[in-house]
């Protein structure tokens, strides 16, 4: 049974830092990834890494986000600096199998909320 466990969320003021973390049990994953959702809007993409390290993200993080994952522990996690406003919002971890189809996990989702 796989399970994705968030930590990390909570209240900073703006340009504070941050760091989530997530571990992945039941399961080799694949591509691995934060999403968020602010109210009133979609789930979007944060950053996502791949198994060898490979990394994409959102415009609006470059250079204040930074995704990283350890294999041998199936944890992924996200540094946030330079905290916005605008970065309000549930953030869900997400991982795609390796093993045994594709499909993809997600986490309960943690808030972060970031105060003016």
């Known amino acids: 049974q796989v399970q994705l466990v968030e930590s990390g969320g909570g209240l900073v003021q703006t340009g504070g830092p941050l760091r989530l973390s997530c571990a992945a049990s039941?399961?080799?994953?694949?591509?691995m990834g934060w999403y968020r959702q602010a109210p009133g809007k979609q789930r979007e993409l944060v950053e996502g890494?791949?198994?060898?390290?490979?990394?994409n993200y959102a415009d609006s993080v470059k250079g204040r986000f930074t995704i990283s994952r350890d294999n041998a522990k199936n944890t992924v996690y996200l540094q946030m600096n330079s905290l916005k406003p605008e970065d309000t919002a549930v953030y869900y971890c997400?991982?795609?199998?390796?093993?045994?189809?594709?499909?993809?996990?997600w986490g309960q989702g943690t808030q972060v909320t970031v105060s003016s």
């Open positions: 890494i791949s198994r060898s390290g490979n990394t």
């Open positions: 039941g399961n080799i994953f694949s591509r």
């Open positions: 997400s991982a795609d199998a390796a093993l045994f189809g594709s499909n993809t996990y």
